[in-house]
């Protein structure tokens, strides 16, 4: 945890405005986290990674996070989405091939959604067609993060005919090297925040994928990749306490600093209060975090509470966030100032791996399944 924060406040942070303005990759930045193990945080020793619990896990998140989300997400979404499925359903085979490297920082990225197809993922269009000894495989996926830099690509695609649609059971994954024949990059996306994250579509025309190339069973690919998001859900929470916590951290030394009416402005109650208000809900944030990992790492199922996490997480990171530029007034609308980027990194954890209209919905399936 240690190496973590002083990692994130010594060669992450420094940076963070310049790559925010500039759209710069932090590639310098990942290669020396890899070297340091972060991309193997979830992986067995076995497989070269450093076997850390969910809750370790999540605190180290937090801690990359108050320096910079924009590294933090490719770091959260290559530890928890693409490293988990590989866990729960690769062959050794494929685990052995694929985990050390991506444990040394060999980047791998997640594609589920597409430009028509991303709360009602299971809507997905690309299509791998059985050639009989393995797949022809095209289309287009959406918003893929890291996807320009990953030499591992999870790819859901259709599995299912035409003529015979199964919905969510129609749907595989595939494990892709980037560099496979018919792999397409598009350009980054000009984004609002998470500036530097790069992300891209990912077409695939005419990509052949042999059995080798199949993660777990056919067909099972879209189950493979909601569980991942229970995992992936509670890293964007971590992220989004380590964005609120940087808000208030700024906001507390702002208020101690500038002063109006000749008094430093943290000695009004307005701005006390707003303080108070944003150290409470930040750590009702983490202590709910905190409960999620636990249980995971207890063995239960924690798809409501990963979804409750992320809920609370992010709507709390957007409040704190805009409290912050508040409290700066006219300095927080300025881009010279952190917080004006930290309220645009806020935003996106509201979106990604699941809206936080989907998280409701999860969490209101689940307490209807708890009556039955
Ligand atoms: N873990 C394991 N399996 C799960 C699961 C979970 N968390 N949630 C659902 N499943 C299973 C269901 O049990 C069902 O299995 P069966 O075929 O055996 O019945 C299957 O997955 C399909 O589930 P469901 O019928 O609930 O699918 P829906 O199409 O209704 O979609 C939501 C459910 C909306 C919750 C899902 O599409 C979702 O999470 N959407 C958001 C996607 C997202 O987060 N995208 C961001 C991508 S990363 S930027």
């Known amino acids: 945890m240690e190496l973590a924060r002083e990692f994130a406040a010594n060669e992450i942070a420094p940076t963070a405005a310049e790559r925010d303005r500039t759209k710069a990759p932090p590639t310098e930045e990942f290669r020396k986290l890899g070297e340091l193990g972060f991309f193997g945080m979830l992986i067995p020793e076995q497989y070269d990674g450093l076997a850390l619990d969910t809750l370790t896990y999540m605190m180290v998140i937090e801690e990359l996070a108050v320096a910079d989300a924009s590294v933090t997400i490719t770091?959260?979404?290559?530890?928890?989405?693409?490293?988990?499925?590989?866990?729960?359903?690769?062959?050794?085979?494929?685990?052995?091939?694929?985990?050390?490297?991506?444990?040394?920082?060999?980047?791998?990225?997640?594609?589920?959604?597409?430009?028509?197809?991303?709360?009602?993922?299971?809507?997905?269009?690309?299509?791998?067609?059985?050639?009989?000894?393995?797949?022809?495989?095209?289309?287009?996926?959406?918003?893929?993060?890291?996807?320009?830099?990953?030499?591992?690509?999870?790819?859901?695609?259709?599995?299912?005919?035409?003529?015979?649609?199964?919905?969510a059971r129609g749907i595989s994954a595939f494990l892709i090297p980037r560099d496979m024949p018919g792999v397409q990059i598009g350009k980054p996306e000009d984004k609002m925040g998470l500036r530097s994250s790069q992300t891209v579509s990912v077409t695939l025309r005419d990509v052949r994928l042999s059995p080798e190339h199949l993660l777990g069973q056919e067909g099972h690919g879209f189950i493979y990749a909601l569980e991942a998001l229970d995992h992936g859900r509670l890293g964007v929470a971590a992220q989004a306490v380590g964005i609120a916590r940087a808000a208030l951290e700024c906001s507390i030394q702002y208020a101690a600093e500038r002063k109006q009416f000749d008094t430093p402005i943290k000695d009004f109650q307005g701005i006390q209060f707003k303080l108070a208000d944003m150290a409470t809900r930040v750590a009702a944030a983490r202590a709910l975090m905190y409960e999620a990992a636990r249980r995971k790492d207890a063995g239960?199922?924690?798809?409501?509470?990963?979804?409750?996490?992320?809920?609370?997480?992010?709507?709390?990171?957007?409040?704190?966030?805009?409290?912050?530029?508040?409290?700066?007034?006219?300095?927080?609308?300025?881009?010279?100032?952190?917080?004006?980027?930290?309220?645009?990194?806020?935003?996106?954890?509201?979106?990604?791996?699941?809206?936080?209209?989907?998280?409701?919905i999860v969490i209101g399936r689940g307490l209807h399944a708890q009556q039955r």
Not at 127 to 144: E, F, R
Not at 318 to 346: H, K, N, S
Request: contains cysteine; glycine residues 10%; negative net charge.
């Open 75 to 167: 770091v959260s979404v290559h530890n928890s989405l693409p490293t988990s499925m590989l866990l729960q359903h690769g062959s050794e085979e494929q685990k052995n091939h694929w985990l050390p490297r991506m444990a040394r920082g060999e980047l791998a990225a997640f594609a589920l959604s597409e430009a028509d197809a991303g709360s009602d993922a299971a809507s997905l269009r690309a299509q791998a067609v059985s050639d009989g000894s393995g797949w022809i495989l095209n289309g287009t996926k959406a918003w893929v993060s890291h996807g320009d830099c990953a030499a591992l690509l999870v790819v859901m695609a259709r599995t299912d005919r035409p003529e015979d649609r199964r919905g």
């Open 300 to 360: 239960m199922d924690v798809t409501e509470l990963a979804g409750m996490a992320k809920l609370y997480g992010s709507e709390m990171a957007m409040w704190v966030t805009t409290q912050a530029v508040q409290i700066y007034g006219g300095y927080g609308y300025m881009r010279d100032y952190p917080v004006e980027r930290l309220f645009r990194d806020a935003k996106v954890t509201e979106i990604y791996e699941g809206t936080s209209e989907i998280q409701r």
